[in-house]
Structure formats: C-alpha cells, structure tokens
C-alpha cells in the first residue's frame, strides 16, 4: 500500500494557499482527519488535529497533503470542501461530518462513503448467499477483501496532541487517503454490477440529514460548554498583539463551537483595537 505514498505536510498559511490552488479544478478529493482529544470521540470534545486531502487526478496525478491544523489555520480549506461540485471520498461519513459542521460550520455538501458502499454491497451479497458470512467495514477489513492487503492501524490510538506529531503519524494519516480512490473506484464498479448505485447516493445523502438535525439539538447545549469562556477571558486581558496572535492559534488545539469562534472573533478585534490606541495614546 505504501506505494501510493507521495505527500506533503502542509504547516503554513502559504502551504495552503498553494494546496487549494492546485487542486482547484479537480472534482473528487480524498478526506479524513486525525483528531485530539483526551476524554472520548464527540466532535464537543476534542480539536481536528489534522485534516487529510487525497487526489488520484490525470491532470494532477497521485498525492496527498497533510494539513497540520495546530499550525495552520484551515479556515481556507473550508470553501475549497464546501464546494457542492467537488466530491468528498470518504471513510464513514457520519464522523467527518460532525467535526466539520461543529467546528467551522460546513456541512459537507457532497459525500461519498465507501463504509456505507462496501455495507450495501456485503448486504446484497449476504442475500443472495447466506454463506457469504458477515464481513467488517472496517477501511483495513474492506482494503484486505479488495487487495488481498489490509492497512496498518498501529497509529490509530496515538496521541494526536503532541506538539511535534512523529513520522509514523503523518504516513498513516497519509495513507489513509491514498487508498480512498482506488477503494471508491472498485466499489462503484462492484455496485453497478449489483445495482447499487442509487440506493448508495441515497444513504450517503441521509447521512447529512441525520447529522444536521442531531447537532441543531447539541449544539444548544455543548456550545455553553466548551473552552469559549475560559479563551474570551484570555483575550479580554491581553497586554499585546503577539499575545493575541498565541491565543488565538491555541484556539485551534480546544473543543470550540464554530459559532462561539466567530464570537471570539469580534472579541479579538475589539481587543486588538483597545491596543492599538493604548499604543497610539502612549508614543
């Protein structure tokens, strides 16, 4: 597997910049992220470490970039991946989804899940032989049944909080994507053989629905429970920009409704101007 390789980790703003123009024309990308907490998997509580994009392209080839969001801002990308005509490959949904809608406010408008495919393939196939015998949708489980090889997931677990993330850590979230085309590209062939398609775009679309309507639910209760208080008050009682500037990239490391972050926002420039003045009454 590790023949797909070829990636960049992408840790400044010029990075990006250069990553989202690259792949500007390209309608299918490659998607997963790594995520950083310390007491459980909601999207309420915990930071996206990394966001991973993949490409398998004629015009651009094979590549993936790692993004390191304790390091960049991602905020660019967010229009890049809400465009309706670019496709978003992706290994259970359910679980992009959220972060995403939770922590920047996208709804990802256009999803396919391979879990869901390879799910409704094993389904049709259990029918027409109750031998087949039930298989796990596992990303490794699916890769090992298509390719005869499975993915390494020693890295799965790590702590994805470290402020210097090791080698191994960025390959395997590399790899992750490398694999989603050609894993996508089989499983829509096996679907059309079976019939599959709409019935797959079907379940993928309801995934977004689901999802919308459960964090309209939670986020009037967990967005009163993130760090938000704790980084206003950072903010409030800064004595310089370079502080500011610390604060707000730390912001990026916490578990932060999007709205409390555009919140926060209006309180950085207002802060930002208080010491400006003070600066300007001070010379």
């Not at 991973?52 to 905020?75: H, K, L, M, W, Y």
Request: aromatic share 6%.
């Amino acid at each position: 597997m590790k023949d797909l390789l070829r990636f960049e980790t992408i840790d400044s703003a010029a990075g990006l910049r250069q990553m989202i123009n690259r792949y500007r024309d390209v309608p299918s990308v490659a998607l997963d992220i790594e995520t950083a907490s310390n007491y459980g998997f909601g999207a309420w509580k915990g930071a996206i470490r990394l966001i991973q994009i993949g490409v398998d392209d004629p015009e651009v080839g094979r590549e993936q970039a790692v993004i390191d969001c304790f390091r960049v801002n991602p905020a660019p990308l967010m229009g890049f991946l809400g465009d309706p005509d670019r496709q978003a490959v992706i290994h259970h949904s359910p679980f992009e989804i959220e972060w995403f809608a939770f922590h920047h406010g996208l709804m990802l408008p256009n999803t396919l899940d391979t879990c869901i495919a390879w799910k409704e393939i094993h389904k049709a196939r259990l029918k027409a032989d109750p031998e087949y015998g039930k298989r796990p949708a596992t990303l490794t489980a699916v890769c090992d049944e298509l390719f005869g090889s499975g993915l390494a997931k020693e890295e799965q677990a790590s702590y994805w909080g470290r402020r210097d993330l090791l080698p191994s850590q960025i390959e395997y979230a590399a790899l992750d994507v490398a694999i989603l085309h050609p894993v996508a590209r089989e499983t829509a062939r096996i679907a059309e053989e079976l019939g599959l398609q709409e019935q797959i775009a079907s379940s993928c679309d309801s995934v977004r629905t689901r999802i919308s309507g459960s964090l309209k639910r939670l986020s009037k209760d967990r967005a009163r429970k993130d760090d938000s208080g704790r980084l206003q008050m950072a903010i409030e009682h800064a004595r310089s920009v370079g502080e500011l500037d610390r604060i707000w990239t730390a912001s990026r490391q916490v578990a932060l409704h999007h709205a409390a972050r555009e919140r926060l926002a209006d309180v950085m420039r207002e802060r930002r101007g208080e010491l400006a003045s003070a600066r300007s009454a001070a010379a």
